[in-house]
């Protein structure tokens, strides 16, 4: 009986020693130089410009069509709130034009039809 106990014990051990923990998706990288945050599982990078603004979709690691997304850019700076529009690119990006970001911005991006379905998404300038 003691001999039964003992090999279900080291199985046991042994099996988890040889277990391989899943990660789900690690840290999202930025691909070009912005700020990324996840979303249900898309990567949305966002890269301030002069006066604009590009938000690149990812999802799993590849671009992610843009076509048929629209939003709303919500940017508080202090105690001032700014809108913009958020329109398709091409391929993979949205583009917000007229916006002046800086460091201590914190934004929202009410987006429509991202793979059927809203979503926000939350980015801070640092």
Do not use: W
């Not at 009986?1 to 279900?8: A, G």
């Not at 945050?37 to 938000?55: H, K, R, S, W, Y």
């Not at 529009?85 to 007229?98: F, H, M, P």
């Amino acid at each position: 009986m003691k001999m039964k106990h003992l090999i279900s014990v080291l199985s046991l051990a042994i099996s988890c020693l040889c277990m391989n923990t899943a990660l789900a998706h690690g840290g999202a990288k930025p691909m070009h130089g912005g700020i990324v945050q996840m979303a249900n599982d898309i990567g949305f990078e966002l890269v301030v410009q002069p006066d604009a603004a590009t938000i690149y979709l990812m999802d799993h690691g590849k671009p992610m069509a843009s076509k048929g997304i629209t939003g709303k850019l919500t940017v508080l700076q202090g105690s001032n709130k700014i809108e913009a529009d958020i329109k398709e690119a091409g391929d993979n990006t949205l583009r917000v034009l007229g916006v002046k970001l800086g460091k201590g911005d914190k934004l929202v991006a009410a987006l429509s039809n991202v793979g059927g379905k809203s979503m926000t998404v939350r980015f801070t300038i640092k």
